[in-house]
């Protein structure tokens, strides 16, 4: 089975700097990686994908990962953050067994300070 | 566009109590999929349903039921509501294929007293 770590059930950065959200996955397939943002009391939004070709993606707002096949990592950054980025984030990969099944990491809340 | 509908939004229920929680898509999406997510355990999925006609068990299915009415709609069902189903639900629909990710419903917020 397929598995997602995310490093880090909180971060905080100030609003300007880099933002890091680590993701890594197990997988004994080439995956397909997605990070997903949950602003609160909402639903998951789909925030960026990497499913084949260029190793380096980009997002909405501003948001990027680069899946690293050697390091099994697709980490999500943003050069400068903002206020308004303040939200759950999760990594999420496809899981074998057919039907499309995605297995999600345990999400990280980033909180962003003045 | 409404995407993925989910009602209702928010519910109490007593212990041993009933429910069906509705779940819609206006996408013609032929996969959905039942999650429940709590504090510090992400998402978990509890059922799928690959195609219409079809359903199968997640990772934590026990407690729970479910229906996938026709290609729109895909109920869950808690036919003995206990305090450990306390939880945000949310349903999530997909064209098919694993290369395009879901469209996730707003949740259904749900607490067992």
């Known amino acids: 089975a397929q598995s997602v770590t995310q490093l880090g059930s909180h971060v905080s950065v100030s609003e300007g700097a880099l933002v890091l959200l680590r993701c890594n996955y197990s997988s004994s397939v080439p995956p397909y990686l997605f990070w997903y943002v949950q602003y609160p009391n909402q639903g998951l939004q789909l925030l960026l994908k990497y499913t084949t070709g260029a190793t380096l993606v980009k997002g909405i707002n501003g948001f990027e990962a680069e899946f690293k096949k050697s390091e099994t990592s697709f980490h999500l950054t943003k050069p400068s953050a903002h206020m308004s980025d303040a939200a759950e984030y999760f990594c999420?990969?496809?899981?074998?067994?057919?039907?499309?099944?995605?297995?999600f990491g345990t999400g990280t809340q980033l909180k962003v300070e003045l | 566009n409404a995407g993925v509908t989910q009602t209702p939004k928010f519910q109490v229920l007593k212990t041993g109590q009933s429910m069906t929680l509705q779940c819609a898509q206006d996408m013609n999406h032929n996969s959905m999929y039942w999650y429940r997510q709590d504090p510090g355990m992400g998402l978990r999925l509890i059922y799928y349903s690959a195609s219409e006609g079809t359903t199968d068990k997640g990772e934590v299915p026990n407690g729970y039921n479910v229906s996938r009415l026709n290609k729109r709609e895909f109920s869950l069902r808690l036919e003995s509501a206990a305090p450990s189903q306390t939880s945000v639900y949310f349903c999530a629909s997909s064209v098919n294929g694993e290369r395009y990710g879901y469209t996730f419903g707003s949740g259904t917020r749900l607490t067992v007293v």
């Open positions: 999420a990969v496809t899981s074998t067994g057919g039907g499309n099944k995605l297995t």
